[in-house]
């Protein structure tokens, strides 16, 4: 397999011209001839990540978070990314991201993370595109029975992995929830998507105090704020599937060092 050939691969499901405007998706680092035998997929392009890959001898690695988001003026190994291109390039590594164009795919990020807590059955959008029904932000799905935010919160904990923040839950711990909804990543922006959806509770990530709050205090969902990494974690499998279920001759492997901000939980 050449990069070329892995790339056409992820883009059938990943789209990049689905990605958001601000958005830099596509190959960061690497020749699109070189071959490629061994795939790891993380959620960001971070040093420890770059180290698991050299370990493992990966020739790919595929992230969900950019490495640039903004355009730079030098690589130079004065700074932790331009130190990782260097250590990418001199070991012939190449780098992929599929971000927002992930995000909004089916599947995509929000429904492996709808399947690590627990929901089963048809998921649909939360913010569907207008032109696409079954594409968009967010995934809005069902528990197999009816419980109480606590059971689903423990429910939840337990599929994700786990990261000293764990799970912060605002709302009567004895609500009843079955509907769901779920965004990976940051979901400040879809909390006015989650108060109309009719649904018991909104798990996501990033949330702030003053949106949060407000959004509690005017009745909405419960809200259930996760680590970031933790919510967009699950989807590195689905991905890293694609190439599997292809019967490619490539091996994938998903990393499963915790890269989120928050290293300690007191
Ligand atoms: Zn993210």
Same mark, same amino acid.
């Given at each position: 397999?050449?990069?070329?050939?892995?790339?056409?691969?992820?883009?059938?499901?990943?789209?990049?011209?689905?990605?958001?405007?601000?958005?830099?998706?596509?190959?960061?680092?690497?020749?699109?001839?070189?071959?490629?035998?061994?795939?790891?997929?993380?959620?960001?392009?971070?040093?420890?990540?770059?180290?698991?890959?050299?370990?493992?001898?990966?020739?790919?690695?595929?992230?969900?978070?950019?490495? =640039?988001? /903004?355009?730079?003026?030098?690589?130079?190994?004065?700074?932790?990314?331009?130190?990782?291109?260097?250590?990418?390039?001199?070991?012939?590594?190449?780098? =992929?991201?599929?971000?927002?164009?992930?995000?909004?795919?089916?599947?995509?990020?929000?429904?492996?993370?709808? /399947?690590?807590?627990?929901?089963?059955?048809?998921?649909?959008?939360?913010?569907?595109?207008?032109?696409?029904?079954? /594409?968009?932000?967010?995934?809005?799905?069902?528990?197999?029975?009816?419980?109480?935010?606590?059971?689903?919160?423990?429910?939840?904990?337990?599929?994700?992995?786990?990261?000293?923040?764990?799970?912060?839950?605002?709302?009567?711990?004895?609500?009843?929830?079955? /509907?769901?909804?779920?965004?990976?990543?940051?979901?400040?922006?879809?909390?006015?998507?989650?108060?109309?959806?009719?649904?018991?509770?909104?798990?996501?990530?990033?949330?702030?105090?003053?949106?949060?709050?407000?959004?509690?205090?005017?009745?909405?969902?419960?809200?259930?704020?996760?680590?970031?990494?933790?919510?967009?974690?699950?989807?590195?499998?689905?991905?890293?599937?694609?190439?599997?279920?292809?019967?490619?001759?490539?091996?994938?492997?998903?990393?499963?060092?915790?890269?989120?901000?928050?290293?300690?939980? =007191?």
């Amino acid at each position: 397999m050449t990069l070329t050939d892995v790339i056409e691969m992820l883009e059938a499901a990943y789209p990049p011209a689905r990605a958001e405007s601000w958005d830099a998706v596509g190959l960061v680092a690497g020749d699109p001839a070189q071959q490629v035998r061994r795939v790891l997929f993380a959620v960001d392009p971070v040093a420890t990540v770059a180290d698991e890959a050299l370990a493992w001898g990966a020739d790919l690695i595929v992230t969900h978070h950019p490495l =640039y988001l /903004r355009g730079t003026t030098s690589v130079a190994a004065t700074t932790p990314k331009g130190r990782l291109v260097h250590t990418l390039i001199k070991n012939d590594i190449a780098l =992929y991201t599929a971000h927002t164009n992930a995000d909004v795919a089916n599947p995509g990020v929000s429904d492996a993370l709808a /399947r690590a807590v627990g929901l089963v059955g048809d998921l649909v959008p939360l913010q569907p595109f207008p032109d696409d029904p079954w /594409r968009g932000l967010g995934r809005i799905g069902e528990l197999p029975e009816q419980t109480t935010l606590d059971a689903f919160a423990a429910r939840a904990a337990e599929g994700l992995p786990h990261t000293p923040g764990g799970l912060r839950v605002a709302g009567d711990p004895a609500r009843p929830v079955r /509907r769901v909804a779920v965004s990976g990543g940051a979901g400040d922006s879809l909390l006015a998507a989650a108060a109309t959806a009719g649904v018991d509770v909104f798990l996501t990530a990033d949330l702030r105090h003053h949106p949060a709050s407000e959004f509690v205090e005017s009745g909405g969902p419960a809200l259930i704020d996760a680590a970031h990494w933790a919510t967009e974690w699950p989807w590195l499998d689905s991905a890293a599937s694609i190439l599997r279920e292809s019967g490619v001759t490539v091996e994938t492997r998903v990393s499963a060092t915790v890269t989120d901000a928050w290293t300690r939980g =007191y």
